[in-house]
């Protein structure tokens, strides 16, 4: 039986969190192990961690890629504790964010230009494994190591714990809006479904002055769309008269959701030149409408998260514009109902997780 050297218990850290153990999602306290701060890493006191979709369907297995035991948690914010001899972005004290990536090769022409997220090394913060074979745990933990690289100073006019979903659904949207052109002062930007990334995207796309239709397939949102989050139309999507009224209207739209739907009426939506961006993920795949992109020169892009430069541009800008996320904060031991709820849906519009004040380290192991 092997066992672990003097040396090697240095070159650790001792964190402790909650973790999925199989398929059934459920999750429970677990002891594990994180590298030592090196040169170029930060050391963070997470104190909030917001739960997205992804956290469940990964819990779940869903995907089908799951390695268990599994640490779930991907838009953390905390403060610095311990900084690297070579780290320049952080000082001890400062606020700091990470998101879906940890690692990148950090030569490829993705990683020059900023866009670490689309590195064909790139590593996820959960779910994942470094070179050297350890493996990644996600934010629903008291402590987290990381490269300086791949996490964001947060400002202080940043309230973190609405600061925290940002880290997913906020730069999921601002990095395509940002690289496709869509946030013009003026410019007329739909937005397909309401929930964690939609109610975000309204929010960036008004601080940008732009128009903003609301596209849903429940009436019942029109209220929360036009009163509260300040959208300027709202439009039901399975309603014909409406659709039609709105044809060729939208220079782009923001597509969230991630339930089968048809693209058909989106693409007519759009203006010549227009652009529907993807950033749901629909199971199954919906079919691509041609002819309508052929006779307006329409585009259908899909994207996934940003990169790190973009990811700082983001925060910044939000907190420029007072921009967070509708939040619901939780305690750790809420988490497994929490993940219920979200199954349904059942939530406006991102649980946050109060790490710091409910994640309490049992008496014994597991």
Not at 37 to 65: F, P, R, S, V
Not at 151 to 158: G, N, R, S, T
Request: proline share 5%; charged share 20%.
């Amino acid at each position: 039986m092997s066992t672990v050297t003097a040396a090697e218990e240095q070159n650790v850290v001792h964190a402790y969190g909650w973790a999925a153990r199989d398929p059934s999602g459920f999750l429970s306290p677990f002891h594990f192990t994180r590298r030592a701060n090196g040169d170029n890493d930060i050391t963070i006191k997470i104190l909030y961690c917001g739960i997205c979709h992804t956290d469940l369907h990964l819990a779940k297995d869903e995907i089908g890629m799951t390695n268990y035991p599994l640490v779930p948690g991907h838009e953390i914010v905390g403060e610095v504790t311990q900084v690297g001899s070579k780290v320049t972005k952080f000082k001890t004290g400062d606020k700091a964010g990470v998101g879906c990536n940890v690692s990148s090769c950090g030569e490829c022409e993705n990683c020059e230009q900023g866009f670490e997220n689309y590195c064909p090394e790139v590593r996820l913060i959960f779910n994942g494994q470094f070179p050297d074979g350890s493996r990644s745990f996600g934010g629903y933990s008291d402590k987290l190591v990381i490269n300086e690289r791949y996490a964001v100073l947060i400002p202080d006019e940043l309230p973190l714990d609405g600061a925290a979903p940002l880290l997913c659904a906020g730069i999921t949207i601002y990095s395509p809006m940002r690289y496709f052109g869509l946030d013009k002062c003026g410019q007329h930007l739909g937005v397909v479904g309401l929930g964690g990334l939609g109610h975000v995207t309204v929010k960036f796309a008004k601080a940008f002055g732009m128009k903003v239709t609301v596209i849903s397939t429940s009436p019942s949102k029109e209220k929360e769309a036009l009163e509260r989050l300040g959208a300027d139309a709202f439009l039901v999507s399975h309603d014909q008269n409406q659709l039609e009224a709105a044809m060729g209207t939208m220079d782009g739209i923001m597509d969230t959701v991630s339930a089968p739907h048809s693209l058909l009426p989106l693409a007519g939506l759009l203006k010549t030149n227009g652009k529907l961006i993807l950033v749901g993920a629909p199971v199954p795949d919906p079919e691509l409408p041609v002819f309508p992109l052929l006779t307006g020169r329409k585009l259908i892009a899909g994207s996934a998260n940003g990169g790190m430069k973009e990811t700082q541009e983001m925060v910044d800008f939000a907190a420029k514009h007072k921009i967070t996320a509708d939040i619901e904060v939780i305690s750790m031991d809420y988490v497994n109902t929490a993940f219920q709820r979200l199954a349904k849906n059942d939530v406006k519009y991102r649980f946050v997780i109060d790490i710091a004040n409910t994640l309490r380290r049992p008496q014994s192991t597991h």
